[in-house]
């Protein structure tokens, strides 16, 4: 027993050491750690996109910043060229947790320093470089690669508004950026800005903000209003421009014509006419119209299309086309002598109202053609020469309508060419006819009476000198006259008791003069005097 | 206490570990590595100032080589990661050490990029091959001597301790340019992770037993 406990005591504990030293735990946590920084790498790596521009101007690789807002999402991997060479393609690293702004119609574009008609943009850029910015859609799908813009979009596709296309055959051009003006508020910008080849049009694409995107209907106008107006009238002289920003690079503007109704709410991406100013809109607005022929005996030269249909000074149409081709009436011949013009008459022009349709007026017409209505071609313009279509009504009534082919035609009266040469043949016989011989020898009579007239007068002149001085000298006498009525002369003295005892003897005189006026026979009839008055009261 | 005497002792008699020719451990003698006394091996603790007597430090290849591969595993981060950022008007420009020293080649100062080059990349990387080199030398017959050996660790020991200059060099950046808004240099991870590369080298060579180099070489 002692032995054993002795034995126990004694012994020693045996241990093998360990292999290992416990300080592979470092480099085991340091793999740890990079494993797990590793993992948070892949983790967070971003999203690899392409966006294509057209020049890499400003971008650089690893340092070029993509923002949204100026929060930066993502940053510029590397640029290079597009497969076929013509672009090239910016490899942009988007963070992870940004993913809802890569929507198929997300839009990229560099900002830059720039310097338009609407101001300096991009500022900031000069010192810290160009970045990426983008304008996230609201498509439900993303996307991996998206074509930049060149120049920052207009309207971004979450902004309210409506997108429309002017389509303009004018020659003002407008560009990119131009503000849409309503009344004098900028409440648009043009975004887009094509030329059609085929049609040979421009076709701007607009946007409208909201809630400016209700003022466009069915109805809506829009007319350029690049540069300035000078109108004269009655009031004076206008000159007017929508503002100085359209002044110098040009605007669209748009209203709905004042005889129009308000129209209906349009859908996105309708086509508008743009026209070139505003009075073209009354002018050049389609209307429907009633088409007839006039057979004009005279020159047609200067008479052009859409040269005004008047009748007597109001306008209801336009010339359609002033001569008819070869291939529909024999032009040059002996037998036809007669050009025919085709007319458009609108009545929409002359009328809003409904009631009146277009079969109503046709008939109208037809009736006014029987009483006496004819067409004649008067000079517009007496600079340039334009002819228009004047409509009058004349004595000549027909009995029957005459047909040119299907068109109706409206008789033609005398023509204004030829009434002119008539009434300058008729002034100029009258002028020949004038006595100017007896003319000339009247006028000199005239003139040798105004001589003597002008002797006479001469004479009256001298004498009425004379009448002065005489004048003069009674006025010396007459200023003697009144020294004498001096304030401390004995004169005035007396003059002044005398008015005072008459102005006495009026006062006392005065009551017997209200009596005669009030009662003028109390001069012969005495007055009885008048009751006593009893004062009134109960009878005791 | 007593029992720990009685342990060592005994573990001391399994190991049975016979030590070279001209060894101060081959005549039982040990020296103190702190105050440098020679001591009989057999004793635990140094006669004169009590510190721990070890005849060969206890596990120094493992723990060498435990550090070594730490710090290769810190490397990585170390050139990954930027070193610092220079923010020149809001402009972050982050470099890594390979691109400093290509940045510096570019703009012609070779010079400054071979200093860069030598103690953030050749230094380091020399230092952890070497050492690992040594670790399997020490089991190993090699063509180089015992003398070229020792040599060459502390060769290493001496030079590993410049690889801070990098680190002395950001951290000098770091304080003296903070010109806010305009011009600011931020130290990255990869500072860091360097730093610790430098220090857990020279631990590293702090605990290989370069008396190791001459047991194994005579043995054989």
Known sequence: MNDDQADTIARPILETKSRFSVIWLLPFIAFIIGMGMVYHQWQNRGIEIVLVFENAEGLEAKKTKVKFRNVDIGTLKSIRFSEDGANVDAVVEIDHDMQRFLQADSQFWVVRPRIGSSGVSGFGTLLSGAYITVEPGKSPYSAERFVGLETPPISSPTDAGIKLNLLSSGGKSLQEGNPVIYRGFEVGAIETVEFDVESRRVSYGIFIR??????????????????????????????????LESFISGGVQFDIPEDL?????VVESRNFTLYPNKNAITEDRTYEYLEYVILVEDSVGGLEIDAP?????????????PYLGFH??????????????????????????????????DEQFRGWIKTGLAASLVTANYITGALKVSLDMTNDAVEEIEYFGNYTVIPSAKSGFASILEKTDQLLSKLNNLPLDELAQSTNQAILSANTAMISANDTVLATQSVLESVDATLAEARRSLEGLQTDSPIYQKLENNLDELERTLNMMQPFLQEIRRKPNSLIFSDSPPPDEQPKGKNP | MHAEESKVSATSQQKQIVYAKGTAAS???????????????????????????HVRYANSIQQTLAFIVTAMLLYIPANAYPIMTTTLLGDAAPSTIISGVILF??????????????????????????????????????????LELTRLYRATEFIGKWSMIDIFVVAI??????VTGLMSIEPGLAARAF??????????????????????????
């Open chain 1, 210 to 243: 909201a809630p400016f995107d209700s003022l466009i209907t069915t109805n809506t106008h829009f007319w350029n209003s690049g540069g300035f107006s000078v109108t004269a009238n009655s009031a004076g002289l206008t000159v007017d421009f929508a503002s």
């Open chain 1, 261 to 265: 109704e308000l129209g209906q709410a």
């Open chain 1, 309 to 321: 249909v008047e009748y007597r000074g109001i306008r209801i149409g336009r010339v359609h086309r």
């Open chain 1, 328 to 361: 529909q009436t024999n032009l040059i011949s002996p037998d036809e002598n007669r050009i025919a013009v085709v007319i458009h008459v609108e009545p929409k022009r002359i009328t809003q109202n409904d009631d009146y349709s277009k079969e109503w007026f």
């Open chain 2, 27 to 53: 005549h039982g003698i040990a020296n103190c590595h702190v105050c440098n006394q020679l001591a009989v091996s057999s004793l635990s603790y140094c006669p004169r100032c009590k510190g721990r007597l």
């Open chain 2, 105 to 146: 080649i570019d703009h012609g100062s070779y010079f400054v990029a071979f200093v860069i080059f030598t103690a953030s990349i050749l230094i380091p990387i020399a230092k952890m091959l070497i050492i690992l080199w040594l670790c399997y030398a020490t089991s190993k017959n090699t063509r180089l001597s015992k």
């Open chain 2, 173 to 178: 950046l770091v304080a003296l340019v903070q």
């Open chain 2, 195 to 220: 730093a610790m590369v430098v220090i857990l080298t020279m631990i590293a060579a702090h605990q290989f037993d370069v008396r190791l180099i001459w047991d194994r070489q005579q043995q054989s």
